[in-house]
């Protein structure tokens, strides 16, 4: 049996729902998280015909991009899209899941996967966020291995390609227990001193409560002592967009072409042709102006993304090509990491991409 919450702890896995943005509503929006699934439905939006087409189909669980709520609700009636969506899916058990800029926060997430399919290497994000944390602890040495071990897996201690990164060192903790107290070692009214371990640890921000829940509860000591420092670094591996770099230069008319190929553009809006060749790509997906200069600086030759406006574009300034494949087309290939992370863990299990191109934008 999979239940709802067990399909949510794998997308959260991956991309954690701390890094969502502030404006944003990602997480189950409508259902019930002990539900068992039947099969699920993946798009990029949630629409009536995507309602209709879940049911028709016999899906109870639709995981999509963008969320069907992004403000409150002071009424439920029938009067606007959302609401008619909201109240077929309540009448009918349907659960609804949206993993949208915590997705689109992670390397391999959104951005990531556009970088994919332009076969992009040496990637890096293109605008880094998210602080970090130094958490120290010191633990009884015989106890030192278990706890380390419970925050590191976790998610701490990741540097780069690295993972289970920490520094230890040994020395002697002192203490003396009072009446109340439950020591672990050590007598009630004698000053201990007990052999333990330094651990220092690299804690994303998003991650710190959880890491600090871990340590409390695997940590021997009724009162275990942490450090958490706020460090200067930013976290490199989490934040909008991604840059890399093509394996062979490609000519600049040709791989707009490839663009517009493999992106299914029926339109490709794009600044003025200012570099001969395309080597090094920043893309991002949905709605990306606000990282041109990331771009500019990061010494892009082509940046792609969606939602440009007029003006927008002339920030470019000459130092790189802009272009604008459209919200959409720039987020499609979402739904293939949402195939991915559930298939990877539950083989064979019931799920299938949404016949209904949700793209509100048309051209004549």
């Known amino acids: 049996m999979v239940l709802v919450k067990d399909i949510t702890t794998l997308l959260e896995e991956f991309a954690p729902l701390e890094l969502q943005e502030s404006y944003d509503n990602a997480g189950l929006i409508c259902g019930n998280p002990e539900a068992e699934v039947s099969s699920i439905l993946l798009t990029i939006d949630i629409t009536e015909a995507v309602i209709d087409e879940a049911l028709a189909e016999g899906h109870n669980l639709i995981i999509s991009h963008h969320p069907l709520i992004f403000q409150g609700i002071k009424k439920l009636l029938p009067d606007n899209y959302i609401n008619r969506c909201l109240i077929k899916a309540i009448q009918h058990n ?3 899941y949206s993993a949208h800029t915590n997705i689109d926060s992670v390397m391999q997430g959104v951005s990531g996967r556009m970088a994919d399919k332009l076969g992009l290497t040496h990637r890096k994000v293109l605008q880094s966020s998210g602080k970090l944390f130094s958490l120290t602890f010191y633990t009884p040495e015989s106890e030192a291995e278990k706890v380390r071990s419970a925050v590191l897996n976790c998610g701490a ?3 780069g390609n690295y993972s289970h990164c920490s520094f230890n060192s040994r020395g002697n903790g002192t203490f003396q227990a009072h009446n109340g107290a439950h020591p672990f070692v050590g007598e009630i009214g004698k000053i201990h001193t007990e052999p ?3 651990t220092e640890i690299t804690v ?3 991650l710190l409560n959880h890491c600090i829940q871990t340590l409390k509860t695997t940590h021997p ?3 275990p002592v942490w450090n958490i420092i706020c460090l200067d670094n930013i976290n490199p591996t989490t934040g909008f967009g991604i840059i ?3 394996p062979v230069p490609v000519e600049s008319q040709r791989f707009l072409h490839n663009i517009k190929q493999i992106f299914h553009c029926n339109i490709l809006r794009h600044t003025r042709v200012c570099k001969s060749e395309i080597k090094r790509v920043a893309v991002c997906g949905g709605s990306g102006a606000f990282l041109t200069q990331a771009a500019i600086a990061q010494k ?3 940046y792609i993304t969606g939602d440009y406006k007029y003006h927008d574009f002339f920030k470019a300034d000459n130092k790189l090509i802009i272009a604008d494949i459209g919200h959409y087309e720039s987020e499609q290939y979402t739904k293939e990491i949402f195939y991915e992370l559930v298939t990877k863990k539950i083989p064979n299990f019931a799920i299938q991409f ?3 191109v949700t793209n509100p934008v048309n051209y004549l």
């Open 204 to 206: 994303p921000e998003y």
């Open 94 to 96: 349907l659960n609804i």
């Open 221 to 223: 000591y009724e009162e």
């Open 354 to 356: 949404s016949k209904i």
């Open 196 to 198: 333990e371990i330094k």
């Open 244 to 246: 890399g770099e093509l």
């Open 300 to 302: 892009a030759d082509i």
């Open 157 to 159: 201690g990741h540097i």
